[in-house]
């Protein structure tokens, strides 16, 4: 800024030419000077030249890297070596710069491909990380079944504290959040109930609307898609992060098994909690259908749970609960996998993260609209 | 004696019921290379980070330049804290970003470069730095311990600090590749004016490389002066340290060179 340009100037007259610098070459001057650079280099390229560093006020290492992209190592070194007067210190921070130069060659950046080359090659990917995907998913269900049958006959290996820990984590603690969302859910489905069939005046069937749609989809549905969000997510980046540090590889080699230690627990786990919470669900949903039934239909709470009891057989609590451990399996089993999956950076465990809560929510939902189809055409 | 620009005055710190350090004092002058030695778990680290202003001391003041960064304002601490340049001793890299990019970041933040300009530069320090070609292009999980800590050192020069905080710089790197990190922080020093707080358990750093040497132990700095003064100073871990078959063999190779 102070420093008055041009900061290089080539005195022709002399034999060789010499190349005279001053001012300051430091980082504040860096943009500055690099344009400079640029153009010069050219200008020099492959000439004999002796270049006089003496008139430098400031240098420091971006200096001293631009005085190496101006000269190139090697005339640099010969110009340190010919100039006695540079200080020693000067000399050693532009002979190590321009050491560090040699034999250093920048890697050129790769060639950019077309645009619609890149669409399709990105698509095939995506379909070829799909089947992968499944692949590994099933290869991993396998192995997670296969060591639960190995655990299974030795209560021993049992890691009963890590199974508690887990229910706790992902049932108890989730109770609050499940139970508010179904009962406003039940809500909801009510309010609608009652404005649609008002119209056929069977306004007394919203009992049966919400206790159909809660007992058979709605109870299981949600509780797993609100796990599959909260609890798929922790278990990748649990493991995710376990998996960045290594200590994956240190569970190997202390001769124990990762998917019996870290996977096991947490399957376990789900297994226990999902059925759980889809019970809890379908009460608070029921819950909350009766008191929007109590509010705006002026239905009693004792009509309303008797109609229940009359018009509701068993058999749909049924279809909803044989949902649930099924799906507590998948959203587990996707959620370790996808921790296993990280690869070192912070980045990743962020991706995986996100990949095992839309591919838990999305098995979820199309199980569950299989599901549908089958128990409807069994007359279930 | 030449000006402290690290003024630590009666520095407390405790985890829980844990007190790591306890009525702390110590002086870093500028210019100089300050050894900081002391058993593993004798608080090193958490010295370097309450200078740094990343921990909150419980008790006493730091002065770095003479300001106390946990007072200033954001804007003015951020101009402080590029002053300096810091190597954790895990490394700390940006796991997302490439070596090069690692390097760049500061310099596009702070100094204004264009990402081109930077990425240029940042090659430059890495090889400065003794990382090979081709590794500039690479992530911080696909390197070895070694090349972490040169990556690492790479980024803390990025913007030609004013003071240098290297925790045990050389743990981990072989023994040629250490004594060129060595002569590296020497030659920057005598060309730059660095100021260099190194924490290490390397005997041969320090006697090639640093002009005083601070020892920590019982919570505070047992001795601050040159390696002669504080090889003899009389305590037992100190004689162990200095005068067991390590130190030994460390003193007779320094004093071959
Ligand atoms: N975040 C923390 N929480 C609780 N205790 C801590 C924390 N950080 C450090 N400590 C404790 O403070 C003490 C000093 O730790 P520090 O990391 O400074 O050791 P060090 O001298 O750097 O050791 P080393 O040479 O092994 O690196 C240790 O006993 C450690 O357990
Ligand atoms: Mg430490």
Redesign the interface.
């Known amino acids: 800024m102070q420093t008055p340009s041009p900061q290089l100037q080539l005195d022709s007259s002399s034999r060789p030419p010499a190349l005279r610098l001053s001012g300051d070459w ?3 001057r ?2 500055a000077l ?1 344009g400079q650079v640029n153009e010069w280099r050219q200008r020099l390229d492959g000439q004999a030249l002796a270049a006089e560093l003496d008139g430098i006020d400031a ?4 200096g001293a ?1 631009l005085l ?2 101006l000269l190139g190592a090697a005339r640099l070194i010969a110009a340190v070596e010919a100039d006695a007067s540079l200080g ?3 000399r ?2 532009l002979l ?2 321009a050491h ?2 040699q ?5 050129p950046a790769a060639p950019s491909e077309s645009a619609i080359r890149e669409v399709l090659a990105h698509i095939g990917a995506a379909v070829d990380g799909i089947c992968h995907q499944l692949i590994a998913l099933l290869g991993f269900i396998g192995l997670t079944l296969a060591s639960l049958a190995r655990t299974a006959p030795r209560p021993r290996r049992w890691r009963v504290t890590s199974l508690v820990v887990q229910i706790e984590q992902t049932g108890l603690d989730a109770v609050p959040i499940v139970a508010l969302l179904t009962f406003l859910v039940g809500a909801v489905v009510a309010f609608l109930g009652a404005t649609v069939l008002a119209s056929f005046g069977a306004s007394i069937y919203t009992v049966d609307l919400v206790a159909f749609a809660f007992l058979r989809e709605f109870g299981v549905l949600l509780a797993a898609i609100l796990l599959a969000g909260r609890t798929a997510s922790a278990f990748t980046a649990q493991i995710g992060s376990m998996k ?1 540090n290594e200590e994956i590889d240190a569970i190997r080699t202390l001769g124990l098994d990762p998917v019996e230690l870290l996977v096991l627990p947490r399957m376990l786990a789900m297994l226990v909690t999902l059925p759980l919470l889809t019970f809890i669900a379908m009460l608070c949903g029921i819950v909350g259908g009766a008191v929007v039934c109590f509010i705006s239909l002026d239905i009693s709470l004792l009509m309303y749970f008797s109609m229940l009891h009359d018009d509701i057989a068993l058999k749909h609590f049924l279809v909803g609960m044989a949902k649930a451990p099924v799906f507590a399996f998948l959203i587990a089993v996707i959620g370790c996998l996808e921790g296993f999956k990280v ?6 465990v962020g991706a995986h993260t996100t990949s095992a809560v839309v591919q838990s929510i999305f098995v979820v939902i199309l199980l569950d609209a299989v599901a549908a189809l089958f128990f409807m055409e069994m007359g279930w | 004696m030449s000006e402290a620009l690290i003024e630590i005055r009666g520095l407390g710190n405790r985890f829980g019921s844990q007190q790591v350090h306890e009525h702390l004092d110590l002086d870093v002058h500028r210019g100089e290379i300050l050894g900081v030695v002391g058993g593993s778990g004798s608080g090193k680290s958490v010295l370097l980070r309450s200078i740094v202003g990343l921990r909150e001391p419980s008790a006493g003041r730091v002065k770095v330049f003479g300001e106390n960064l946990l007072e200033l304002d954001p804007q003015r601490r951020s101009q402080v804290e590029r002053r300096f340049g810091v190597l954790f001793q895990r490394g700390a890299l940006f796991s997302s970003l490439t070596l090069s990019e690692n390097v760049a970041l500061p310099l596009i933040e702070h100094a204004g470069l264009s990402r081109a300009d930077a990425e240029h530069l940042a090659q430059t320090k890495l090889a400065l730095s003794g990382l090979p070609a081709g590794a500039a292009c690479k992530y911080p999980a696909q390197l070895s311990g070694g090349m972490v800590k040169r990556a690492a050192l790479a980024r803390a020069l990025a913007l030609d600090p004013e003071i240098l905080f290297l925790d045990e710089p050389t743990a981990g790197l072989d023994p040629i590749g250490a004594a060129a990190f060595d002569q590296l922080i020497l030659t920057l020093r005598d060309a730059l004016g660095l100021t260099v707080f190194l924490v290490t358990h390397d005997l041969d750093s320090l006697y090639c490389l640093c002009d005083r040497i601070a020892v920590l132990a019982q919570k505070r700095v047992l001795v601050a002066d040159t390696l002669e003064a504080v090889a003899a100073y009389d305590d037992a871990w100190i004689q162990d340290y200095f005068h067991g078959p390590r130190g030994r063999a460390a003193r007779v190779a320094a004093s071959k060179e």
Do not use: F, K, M, P
């Open positions: 430091t980082l504040a860096y943009a690099r240098l420091d290492t971006a890297a190496v992209d020693s210190e000067r050693n921070l190590a710069t560090a130069h034999g250093y060659v920048e890697e960045a690869a070192g950076s912070a980045q990743s």
